[in-house]
């Protein structure tokens, strides 16, 4: 766990991500400039810091509703703007990007905040990135593989002989700058289904697991697939870290909770999906065994203590500015969770020492 | 309420004639209501390759559109190899699995014989079944011989047709009224 900076005696991690979504607030009908945007979310890093948070993500999304492509450019700024929480992408869609380029970005990165960077790979679940940036979609599958494989060799040797079939080969070449401590933390994004979990165990690279909504108890099979397959190909599965994600809001109450998520679920769904998210089963979010977390303060931390038990992961990671959310519930929202949950989850997460 | 009356071939002259039919039984007896034909003979329309709907262009993009802000959907089908045709299937793949949540949906059948009468049972309402629509239960089943040229030539099928219409939107209104008073017992 050392080489992924997570010290387990500290109790399990909490982070928030934003994937940079750029959508009117359906309570208003109006929506901020993306100049508001991007500053909202170096301000709320700030927040987050001072709420003791432990990690702070930004994804990229190259189409409309979002705002941020340059996503490491955003974290750059971040990495300025804050002094201890970790900063890390959720997710840089590597499928379109050089591993090469990802790599000096993150080390750059990690220099500026003094080894806080970290990279989550993904293959992205929209299509724009791959039309803008020219990547075939029919190679989706081979072409992610392929450049995880090559990111995780340049994280872990110092000259790089490589050859493949979707970028120019490599012979001897030294990727500089290094990060701080010669090596990142490197994740793999995987969605629901065991399948891409399988990959990364197999691989024996860290996961970030979705968990969006429906049962908790549907993604322990993918968590158990993971560990298996890190087991079967050599790896020691307790020594790779685990993290989920999912959507959050807490509110006094879970009625206020339900309330206040809502609009926001439901328009997010319905610009980025083209369909919206249906009401009987986001009542049903309030139940402890659903993976949504919405709720009181006291069912968010039941859920995260239920998830940590069916899991065993190491860092939670809260999505709270899906849908056009404005800053002032945001606020509201890391002020909860830096004093009420924060303290309940490390206290019953905390790994006891020898 | 939004009705689309959807033609589900690009060959053939009897479902458009049904759908025709159908599409005059609405603005007739239902001016109320906004109803719109889609035959997809008039539009060019891509194989589904996995994208979200809202990710194709052109007529791909308008035709789900259309079917996505719909209320009610009356499919009209043929009969081609004991099945519906390519052309309507892929209609259903170009959509999201839930999309017909909220929706009511009605079908009209036309075919040669009465040979794969349970076709409807057996292969178009489990797919509906399955991307959540309100299935109105009895459906049209019109034959050849009820045509003449290119017109509805069986008064049965008229009368049939006549209260699908009308079972559509019952259908439709009832599941609303339930729609409704769920959502105020939410509270959200």
């Known amino acids: 766990m050392k080489k992924y900076r997570i010290d387990a005696t500290k109790g399990m991690e909490f982070g928030l991500y934003s994937l940079g979504d750029h959508i009117l607030n359906p309570l208003t009908g109006s929506r901020i400039s993306a100049q508001q945007r991007i500053q909202e979310l170096v301000e709320v890093s700030q927040l987050a810091e001072q709420a003791g948070i432990d990690v702070f993500g930004v994804g990229e999304s190259h189409q409309k509703y979002f705002a941020s492509q340059a996503h490491t450019v955003i974290l750059g700024a971040i990495a300025q703007a804050t002094q201890k929480i970790k900063i890390t992408s959720s997710a840089t869609v590597l499928s379109v990007l050089d591993p090469v380029r990802v790599y000096e970005d993150f080390s750059t990165i990690d220099l500026l905040s003094d080894g806080r960077a970290e990279i989550v790979a993904g293959r992205g679940s929209r299509v724009g990135a791959y039309q803008l940036l020219g990547v075939d979609l029919q190679d989706y599958e081979d072409i992610f593989e392929e450049k995880l494989e090559l990111l995780k060799q340049i994280n872990e040797e110092e000259r790089i002989t490589w050859k493949g079939n979707y970028r120019a080969p490599l012979q001897n070449a030294e990727i500089l700058p290094q990060p701080k401590d010669g090596s990142l933390p490197i994740w793999r994004a995987v969605g629901g289904p065991p399948a891409s979990a399988i990959k990364a165990g197999h691989m024996g690279i860290p996961m970030i697991l979705t968990t969006l909504g429906g049962p908790a108890m549907n993604f322990k099979h993918s968590v158990d697939a993971y560990r298996q397959a890190a087991e079967n190909n050599g790896f020691d599965a307790q020594s790779l870290p685990i993290g989920t994600t999912s959507l959050f809001y807490v509110a006094d109450t879970n009625n206020e909770a339900l309330q206040g998520m809502y609009p926001h679920l439901n328009t997010g769904f319905q610009a980025i999906r083209g369909s919206g998210y249906p009401k009987q089963q986001f009542a049903q979010s309030t139940d402890y065994r659903d993976a949504m977390m919405v709720g009181s303060k006291e069912l968010i931390i039941e859920k995260l203590l239920y998830q940590h038990e069916l899991y065993g992961m190491q860092r939670f990671m809260a999505q709270i500015d899906f849908g056009g959310v404005p800053f002032d519930k945001i606020m509201k929202n890391i002020e909860m969770i830096g004093n009420d949950i924060i303290p309940a989850i490390k206290k019953h997460t905390r790994e006891k020492g020898e | ?188």
Do not use: C, W
Not at chain 2, 55 to 61: I, S
């Open chain 2, 1 to 188: 309420m939004k009705i689309v009356i959807i033609s589900g071939s690009i060959v053939g002259t009897k479902t458009k004639t049904a759908m025709l039919k159908t599409e005059e039984i609405f603005l007739q007896k239902y001016p109320e209501h906004d109803v719109q034909l889609l035959d997809l003979a008039d539009y060019q329309i891509e194989y589904s390759d996995g994208r979200n709907y809202i990710d194709y262009e052109g007529d791909t993009k308008y035709v789900t559109e259309t079917i996505m802000n719909a209320d009610a959907l009356i499919i009209g089908t043929p009969v081609f190899q004991a099945s519906i045709p390519a052309t309507l299937k892929n209609i259903f793949d170009l959509l999201p699995i839930h999309a017909f949540r909220d929706k009511v949906a009605s079908i009209v059948v036309t075919a040669g014989t009465a040979k794969h009468y349970l076709m409807v049972e057996q292969q178009l309402k489990p797919i509906l079944a399955y991307m959540k629509a309100q299935i109105v239960p009895t459906y049209v089943f019109i034959e050849e011989q009820d045509f003449l040229r290119k017109e509805i030539s069986n008064d049965d099928i008229i009368f049939r047709l006549d209260r699908l219409a009308e079972d559509t939107i019952s259908t439709f209104e009832a599941f609303e009224a339930i729609r409704i008073k769920k959502d105020e017992a939410y509270g959200f």
